[in-house]
């Protein structure tokens, strides 16, 4: 299975982009998907996490302005981003965790640019 993100690009600030997230196999559900972000020279960090069960969580950092959603059938998640920062600047990668196979699954990752 292959996650596979689109929607990234550049964007001046105060912007917005809408991320989606897509398996190219939809054969199991995961236990979670989530929204994860690397800048340059910084660690990989959680930004929005959503469960089976409904739950929806965003980091502190982005709260107010993004939001995360998924469609449970069919295993495909979105990140909506506003009011976006050049602090936002980062590679994007889908994260998804399959409890039946223990495995994690990564996306290859979207660049999401904030710059005037």
């Known amino acids: 299975v292959q996650l596979v993100e689109s929607g990234g690009g550049l964007v001046q600030p105060g912007g917005s982009l809408k991320l989606s997230c897509t398996p190219s196999e939809n054969i199991f559900s995961f236990v979670t998907m989530a929204w994860y972000r690397q800048a340059p020279g910084k660690q990989r960090e959680l930004v929005a996490e959503?469960?089976?069960?409904?739950?929806?969580w965003v980091a502190d950092s982005v709260k107010g302005r993004f939001s995360v959603s998924r469609d449970r059938a069919k295993n495909t998640m979105d990140l909506r981003m506003s009011a976006l920062v050049p602090e936002d600047t980062a590679v994007y990668y889908c994260?998804?965790?399959?409890?039946?196979?223990?495995?994690?699954?990564w996306g290859q990752g979207t660049q999401v640019t904030v710059s005037s």
């Open positions: 994260n998804a965790y399959s409890g039946d196979l223990n495995i994690h699954y």
């Open positions: 959503t469960t089976d069960s409904g739950s929806l």
